[in-house]
């Protein structure tokens, strides 16, 4: 399996930009970067896929490198509501479940 | 209306139960999962389904066994309960098992073996 690499925590302050690493250098032509958070106590839920272009939806930004062994997740304006562990996760076309890491647990201060 | 959904939430049982817990998604998704979260915050695949069709089983004791009477059920029954067994299993489904596939997680059911 890519494996990828992301810091164990990040702090941000509320309604300030966040923007949060992910180094995936044995990443695969066809691999896809996926983005998930889990809110405290909650399911995992999706916020943004990539493969080679930057990505945005109304959750986030995804910008890959152009080389793809690295990406970051952005928000724009950090709320309480993204206290959350934010897991990058590389799909390959052998093993399409997903697979999580420890991810990045991002604490935002009022 | 909640896309997969767990029963119990919380379940508090002794060691050597033997327990079920019930996913239903209301998605009309093809391959559902379970997880298992532990103590240390890990996500681990248990299994995959696809279509009633077990695809992944990873290393799991044999005491766990999914059972999908249909495609939009997948229950987790769990025999011999063992005090290791406590954690959190997230319960999910994908319309498939693509790599752009969004992968919905219920809620979760804590599960506590005293």
């Known amino acids: 399996d890519a494996k990828t690499t992301q810091p164990n925590s990040m702090e941000s302050n509320e309604e300030e930009p966040v923007h949060l690493p992910c180094n995936h250098s044995?990443?695969?032509?066809?691999?896809?970067i996926h983005w998930y958070r889990q809110l405290p106590s909650q399911g995992p839920e999706y916020v943004i896929h990539?493969?080679?272009s930057n990505v945005n939806n109304r959750m986030a930004s995804l910008a890959i490198a152009e080389d793809r062994k690295s990406s970051t997740l952005i928000l724009h304006r950090a709320t309480l509501r993204d206290a959350a562990v934010y897991y990058c996760?590389?799909?390959?076309?052998?093993?399409?479940?997903?697979?999580f890491g420890a991810g990045t647990r991002l604490t935002v201060k009022p | 209306d909640t896309a997969v959904s767990q029963t119990p939430k919380y379940l508090v049982t002794q060691m050597g139960n033997d327990k079920s817990i019930k996913c239903e998604q209301n998605?009309?998704?093809?391959?559902m999962y379970w997880y298992k979260q532990d103590s240390k915050k890990f996500l681990k695949i248990m299994f995959s389904?696809?279509?009633?069709?077990?695809?992944i089983n990873e290393t799991v004791p044999n005491r766990f066994s999914p059972k999908s009477p249909d495609k939009a059920h997948l229950n987790l029954h769990i025999n011999s309960l063992e005090l290791g067994d406590s954690a959190v299993y997230f319960c999910?489904?994908?319309?498939?098992?693509?790599?752009?596939?969004?992968?919905?997680f219920g809620e979760g059911s804590w599960l506590t073996v005293v």
């Open positions: 999910a489904s994908s319309q498939d098992r693509g790599r752009v596939d969004t992968i919905y």
């Open positions: 044995t990443i695969s032509g066809t691999d896809y």
């Open positions: 990539g493969l080679t």
């Open positions: 996760i590389l799909r390959d076309r052998f093993n399409n479940d997903m697979r």
């Open positions: 998605l009309g998704h093809d391959t």
């Open positions: 389904y696809n279509n009633k069709e077990l695809i």
